[in-house]
């Protein structure tokens, strides 16, 4: 199984990215699906979580009310998308995958995950 993460890139304070995230080499609709992300110096930290019948989220408060996850079925494609960045967003983004039969359960726990992409950067600048 292999995720590729994309959309991350450079903007200003207050602006928009939408991070997407193609999962190949298995059956997409059998993972529940998480960003995590990991500023330097800090640990990594889950930001949204989804499961795997795309019905229930979770965010870490600090991103509750601007970032949004969602998953395409169909194009074994999930995303984030963030808005009212501000600089504390900055950070590498990865996408994980973890299988499961759950349709409802959510994984914030990275250590729970089977699959991660390589991330991508996403800058904040003031």
């Known amino acids: 199984v292999q995720l590729q993460a994309s959309g991350g890139g450079s903007v200003q304070t207050g602006g928009s990215l939408r991070l997407s995230c193609v999962v190949s080499g298995g059956t997409f609709s059998n993972y529940a699906l998480g960003w995590f992300r990991q500023a330097p110096g800090k640990e990594r930290e889950s930001v949204a979580s989804?499961?795997?019948?795309?019905?229930?989220?979770y965010y870490r408060d600090s991103v509750k009310g601007r970032f949004t996850i969602s998953r395409d079925n169909v194009k074994d494609t999930v995303y984030l998308h963030m808005n009212s960045l501000s600089p504390e967003d900055t950070a590498v983004y990865y996408c994980?995958?973890?299988?499961?039969?759950?349709?409802?359960?959510?994984?914030?726990?990275?250590?729970?995950?089977?699959?991660w992409g390589r991330g991508t950067q996403v800058t904040v600048s003031s």
């Open positions: 994980a995958a973890k299988g499961t039969i759950s349709h409802s359960s959510v994984y914030y726990t990275g250590q729970l995950y089977n699959y």
């Open positions: 989804i499961s795997k019948s795309g019905g229930d989220t």
